[in-house]
């Protein structure tokens, strides 16, 4: 980023408990729009409270400019940065104007009710600004929600300060009153040369209006930059746990969900068990090794050996690979792999005896958190009527699943 | 209501209330068991006029008048501000332990001491004082949210409220002169009393000037008014002061006259709106206004009982309060 940086946090810091920031470190670059998004929860809306001194971080610092944000006065910082708050609070019975005019206090003194040239001046340009001035003798509670909130934005405009920060602005909002207002903001970027920053939900919001933006999950800051070139189906899987493409049409991402409870497809597993004359059975797997290469394989899943040690006299090896197709299976069987591995045909005298079983089963994805216990999901698998044909495949699927997960956090991580 | 008949309104109100205030006035100076004509009364305070009249009207009646625009004044002021500071609609001078400090304070004094009537205004008035002190700062936990003043005003108030009841049990004999002092009333108030707690109307008023534009911006919520540059505990701490001040005042000399720190900022409200540019003064001008004309009601209507003023507001305050509830849907 070649502009300038508004407001740096280096690694804040705050336990509540059920909720902490982890060491979020983030530089709001200056004149531009950025956007905060990220599921909820993550931390956003604190991290704006705690950069707008609403409230304390245990650790860690801020800089608005090059100030650490303590050595403001609490006057002087609300004519540098001010924010606007989730729109829950009910202001008193007031016209737009008074309203407007409160903005003008931190400007002066804690008593003086009287406005200067200067302070009207500002009032009447945050109300053109925001297109409220025609509203100016109304009662802020007879207006819309819309125009109640661009008179809220208006006041905050009136402090004059050169960084505006916002949570959620179009939360409550119908979709005209939304862009109405994400228009608004643009305009006074463009015009003013304003900072801003907002936490938005709408990930389509924050990529067309947005010059910049900040993703934030479980209280750290994981992702930020362009939003274009932010936005990825490996982004929102990670940030949001979604799969889903996306596409730009225009500034406007374009994020088609895939739908998870569909995605399903059949594998074979190939079971191929030997019992083998006691204390032999580490020579059937040092030749197993050598048959190799069937990881290569077209189609090729997985592979498990087993070796079950009977208080019989044999022993039992078992060596399971799972395939995509049963096709893909047969055409290892033809490779020239298998063929060397199995150039002596004659079977070695201690394996008793050897069975072959082949199953089609059926993958079910479902999503589901880290840890889950695989007996679990047979039950919910099977209790959710999907088709698994056995425990024993669904315990498949599972291992599919966490070789899955795995390769994620590698990917992300 | 739209803001044109607001602000028309509030032009209206502003402009009735002075007459209001010095129609009260005269009335009370005029009205009692002996009824002195408006031209006497000029003449008393102007040219002498009769000696009967005048001992009449300058011992009893305008000390008592004077008492009464006072402590309806700095209740009514003090309910309104708090009202704004607690974000609470039902907050009054009792929410934050004032009454019952000063009771307390009031009949230990009696119990104590049962020749010092004289110092009797100066206890409730410290007992008020301390009594909301303790709210507060029971209520302090890295800043005093309004519902934890509300909370640790409720748990003072019943502290003390049984303190209160168990002298009254114990030392029956001795608290009879406090009974009508709880009831609250303003018979035989007198020159003394006025002087006792003039300074501190009249500071707690002129205090409550600064105070508007703070209440105003409390107003907007914590969030909002921090966001706009105000030190808000600081603030709210001193507001809550100046709340006590005020009340403290009236509690001294009045005794606990009820309601009328909660039903005239209420009605105020309802007229003019939230705005303390107009609040506070009406409010003011009001609670003066209906102290002093139901005091002159209280001591003519029932005569030869002089009724406590207190009683007679809270009888009429009790159903107006009601009306109040039901016509406001939206309160604050």
């Known amino acids: 980023m070649t502009a300038m940086t508004a407001i740096q946090t280096e690694h804040l810091q705050l336990d509540l408990g059920h909720f902490q920031l982890d060491g979020v470190t983030v530089s709001i670059p200056e004149g531009r729009i950025t956007a905060i998004v990220g599921p909820n929860g993550s931390g ?20 608005v400019g090059d100030r650490l944000v303590q050595t403001f006065k609490p006057a002087e910082f609300a004519r540098t940065l001010t924010m606007l708050p989730q729109s829950k609070e009910m202001f008193p019975d007031l016209t737009v104007q008074e309203i407007v005019a409160y903005g003008r206090s931190p400007h002066k003194r804690f008593w003086e009710n009287r406005m200067s040239a200067e302070d009207r001046e500002a009032i009447e340009w945050a109300m053109e600004a925001t297109g409220t001035e025609k509203h100016r003798d109304r009662l802020f509670h007879t207006l819309s929600g819309g125009e109640q909130q661009k008179v809220r934005i208006a006041m905050a405009l009136a402090q004059k300060t050169g960084i505006l920060l916002l949570d959620e602005p179009t939360t409550f909002l119908d979709l005209s009153h939304q862009l109405d207002v994400m228009e608004m903001l643009q305009r006074l970027n463009r015009e003013w040369g304003l900072t801003i920053v907002m936490v938005l939900h709408d990930l389509q919001q924050a990529a067309a209006y947005c010059h910049y933006l900040i993703a934030m999950k479980h209280g750290l800051a994981v992702a930020e930059g362009e939003p274009r070139k932010v936005i990825t189906p490996r982004f929102l899987r990670y940030v949001y746990d979604i799969d889903a493409k996306v596409r730009f049409e225009e500034d406007y991402p374009i994020i088609i969900p895939v739908q998870k409870a569909k995605e399903d497809s059949t594998m074979v597993i190939v079971t191929n068990t030997s019992q083998i004359k006691k204390g032999h059975a580490h020579k059937l797997i040092e030749r197993f090794d050598k048959v190799g290469k069937v990881e290569f394989m077209e189609g090729f899943l997985g592979l498990e050996v087993l070796l079950t040690e009977n208080t019989k006299d044999y022993e039992e090896v078992s060596v ?26 004659d079977i070695p005298d201690y394996i008793l005896s ?37 425990v024993q495949s669904a315990q498949t699927v599972e291992t599919e699943e966490t070789a899955e997960t795995a390769e994620t956090v590698e990917k992300t991580g | ?69 006072l402590v309806g004044a700095c209740l ?4 309104a501000l708090l009202q704004g500071v607690m974000r609470n609609p039902l907050a ?13 304070a009031a009949i230990l004094t009696m119990v104590v001491w049962p020749q010092a009537g004289f110092w009797l205004p100066a206890a409730a008035f410290a007992g008020a004082l301390a009594s909301s002190l303790a709210v507060y700062f029971l209520a302090w936990d890295k800043g005093a949210s309004p519902v934890k003043i509300v909370l640790a005003g409720v748990a003072v108030n019943a502290l003390l409220g049984a303190v209160t009841s168990g002298l009254m049990v114990v030392y029956s004999d001795r608290v009879q002169a406090v009974i009508p002092w709880l009831a609250g009333g303003l018979e035989g108030r007198s020159w003394h ?55 403290g005042t009236a509690v001294s000399v009045a005794g606990l006259v009820s309601f009328v720190g909660l039903v005239v900022p209420h009605a105020m409200r309802l007229l003019v709106g939230d705005d303390y540019r107009y609040l506070l003064p009406l409010s003011v001008a009001g609670g003066a206004a209906l102290v002093t004309l139901a005091d002159t009601a209280a001591r003519t209507w029932f005569d030869p009982i002089e009724l406590p003023v207190g009683i007679l507001l809270a009888c009429l305050g009790a159903p107006f309060f009601l009306i109040l509830l039901r016509r406001r849907k939206r309160l604050i």
């Open chain 1, 44 to 63: 956003k809306s604190t991290l704006l409270k705690i950069v707008s001194r609403l409230a304390a971080a245990d650790g860690g610092e801020i800089r």
């Open chain 1, 320 to 345: 399971v690979t799972r395939w995509r197709r049963k096709e893909d299976f047969q055409a290892w069987t033809r490779s020239s792999a298998f063929k060397e591995s199995h150039r002596h045909r």
């Open chain 1, 354 to 390: 050897n069975k072959i079983t082949f199953q089609e089963v059926k993958i079910v994805r479902e999503p589901r958190t880290a840890g889950t216990e695989p007996a679990e999901t047979a039950q919910s698998a099977e209790q959710s009527g999907q088709a698994v044909q056995s």
């Open chain 2, 1 to 69: 209501m739209s803001s044109l008949t607001l602000s028309k309104r509030r032009k209206r109100i502003v402009w009735a209330l002075p007459f209001v205030l010095l129609l009260t006035v005269l009335y009370g100076l005029h009205y009692g068991s002996v009824s002195i004509p408006p031209q006497e009364i000029w003449t008393v305070f102007f040219s002498g006029g009769d000696p009967l009249y005048r001992q009449i009207l300058i011992d009893l009646r305008l000390p008592r008048v004077a008492i009464g625009l």
């Open chain 2, 76 to 79: 009514a002021a003090a309910g």
């Open chain 2, 92 to 104: 009054d001078p009792g929410v934050i332990g004032v009454s019952a400090g000063g009771g307390v």
């Open chain 2, 193 to 247: 009393h006025l002087r006792f707690m003039a300074p501190y109307a009249v500071a707690g008023l002129l205090l409550s000037v600064p105070a508007i534009k703070p209440a105003n911006l409390l107003l907007l919520g914590d969030d909002s008014a921090k966001l706009l540059g105000q030190r808000v505990e600081l603030q709210r701490m001193l507001l809550i002061l100046l709340a006590s001040l005020l009340a």
